[in-house]
Nanobody
Framework: QVQVVESGGGVVQPGGSLRLSCLVS????????MGWYRQAPGKQRELVAA???????NYAAFVKGRFTISRDNAKNTVYLQMNSLKPEDTAVYFC????????WGQGTQVTVSS
């Protein structure tokens, strides 16, 4: 059974940075796409960024130019580098691994507050 574990969340001031990690229990080559999503209180889960097996990346409009998704195949890990964080980025951030099914992690809390 695939396991996905997120880490790296925390509390940061506006304008600060965080790097989230998503560790997968299998080779990333088993998944055609890896994605980062977020869910703020009272809101629906939304796509933040995704990266395909071939390395194609796409981003939500609200993070373009601030967030970067990357992958380290040797470490079975996908990263989300978040810069210029805003209070509205506060949410639980989830990673998923997409193959014939989708496996979600448990999420990591990101709080942007002064």
């Amino acid at each position: 059974q695939v396991q996905v574990v997120e880490s790296g969340g925390g509390v940061v001031q506006p304008g600060g940075s965080l790097r989230l990690s998503c560790l997968v229990s299998e080779s990333l080559s088993n998944f055609y796409k890896m994605g980062w999503y977020r869910q703020a209180p009272g809101k629906q889960r939304e796509l933040v960024a995704a990266i395909t097996l071939r390395g194609t990346m796409n981003y939500a409009a609200f993070v373009k130019g601030r967030f970067t998704i990357s992958r380290d195949n040797a470490k079975n890990t996908v990263y989300l580098q978040m810069n210029s964080l805003k209070p509205e980025d506060t949410a639980v951030y989830f990673c998923n691994a997409q193959s014939s099914s989708i496996t979600w992690g448990q999420g990591t809390q990101v709080t942007v507050s002064s």
